[in-house]
């Protein structure tokens, strides 16, 4: 089956533009959570859904960046206002749901997003 | 708060020696034990992971890992490296009031030498 696909594979932005970016998770797939990774870092979350809402945004970085996931499957990552230091692989991975024991999240092939 | 730490940036062996990656975390509840592997240009792949009842935990590829609590250790093995062991390993803690987020260690990247 399709697993988690992520648009664009790759963006490259200038300074204090806006870029959006796309999470398709697998579907039936209720739970969603975006990382982001730095070059030589491991993933760092940014923000979990599950259904519709955001239930954690606590790794969210700043105001600028915000994600919505309005019909419970596809979700977007929008950064405003882009820095050079957004520069990143940002993942995306879903799981079957979010629960107490977790479930086994599945990753996307991640947007490598480049601010000049 | 939760945390990890793998000792060392980058592991090197030979093939069919022993490969060990160390995983040490933090955790102020029962953690739940995660090690992620990621090949070139591919996505997170879940190798194993510890949740609860045996701690030893058997995983894809013939790695192992074993949960101890008393050394608040997850080190991954695997008893004999093949060339396409070559990836990047992470590992990653998550539990109590966290939800199913992980917090991941910065990585190992493993290579294996003919």
């Known amino acids: 089956g399709a697993g988690v696909s992520q648009t664009p594979s790759n963006k490259v932005t200038e300074k204090g533009k806006y870029v959006e970016l796309r999470c398709d998770p697998i579907?039936?797939?209720?739970?969603l959570y975006w990382y982001r990774q730095s070059l030589g870092q491991g993933p760092e979350f940014l923000i979990y859904?599950?259904?519709?809402?955001?239930?954690?945004d606590s790794g969210l970085p700043n105001d600028r960046f915000f994600a919505v996931r309005p019909e419970g499957s596809v979700s977007t990552l929008k950064i405003q206002r882009t820095e050079r230091g957004d520069s990143a692989v940002y993942l995306c991975?879903?799981?079957?749901?979010?629960?107490?024991?977790?479930?086994?999240?599945?990753f996307g092939p991640g947007t490598r997003l480049t601010v000049l | 708060a939760q945390s990890v730490t793998q000792l060392g940036s980058h592991v090197s062996v030979s093939e069919g020696a022993l490969v060990l990656l160390r995983c040490n975390y933090s955790s102020s509840v029962p953690p739940y034990l995660f090690w992620y592997v990621q090949y070139p240009n591919q996505g997170l792949q879940l190798l194993l992971k510890?949740?609860?009842?045996?701690?030893l935990v058997k995983g894809i590829n013939g790695f192992e890992a074993e949960f101890k609590k008393s050394e608040t250790s997850f080190h991954l093995t695997k008893p004999s490296a093949h060339m396409s062991d070559a990836a990047e390993y992470f590992c990653a803690v998550s539990g109590g009031n966290q939800g199913g987020k992980l917090i991941f260690g910065q990585g190992t990247e493993l290579s294996v030498k003919p």
């Open positions: 991975a879903s799981s079957l749901t979010e629960t107490s024991v977790p479930d086994e999240q599945f």
């Open positions: 579907s039936g797939h209720t739970a």
């Open positions: 510890y949740t609860t009842g045996a701690t």
């Open positions: 859904f599950q259904g519709t809402g955001a239930a954690d």
